[in-house]
């Protein structure tokens, strides 16, 4: 079992930055693939990053490629999420989840155990 504790979300005008964090329990959190989807009102959840267990390979949604980076430090038991050059768009909750059986996956189903989500905005 993992739980997921989302922080760092918040305000900020468009063209800011916010770095929201995942800290996880549990002594196996080496062995899983992270990744963050964020869901705005009225809208699917969606893929934003992800992440290898071991770090060395992550993957984008194109709509945050070039000003997302996504990284972990598993002596911290924490994955982090480094979110540049803010858009009105990126404006929702930002949810990190922990999967066993895929290292970096884009889709919701591989992913086994969720953060409660934090809230971002964006205003123009």
């Known amino acids: 079992q993992v739980q997921l504790v989302e922080s760092g979300g918040g305000l900020v005008q468009a063209g800011g930055s916010l770095r929201l964090s995942c800290a996880a329990s549990?002594?196996?959190?080496?062995?899983?693939?992270m990744g963050w989807f964020r869901q705005a009102p009225g809208k699917e959840r969606e893929f934003v990053a992800a992440?290898?267990?071991?770090?060395?390979?992550?993957a984008y949604a194109d709509s945050v490629k070039g000003r997302f980076n996504i990284s972990r430090d598993n002596t911290k038991n924490t994955v982090y999420l480094q979110m540049n050059r803010l858009k009105p768009e990126d404006t929702a909750v930002y949810y990190c989840?922990?999967?066993?059986?895929?290292?970096?996956?884009?889709?919701?189903?591989?992913?086994?155990?969720w953060g409660q989500g934090t809230q971002v905005t964006v205003s123009s």
């Open positions: 992440i290898t267990p071991s770090g060395i390979i992550t």
């Open positions: 549990g002594r196996t959190f080496s062995s899983y693939g």
């Open positions: 989840a922990a999967s066993l059986r895929s290292p970096y996956s884009r889709h919701l189903n591989s992913y086994d155990y």
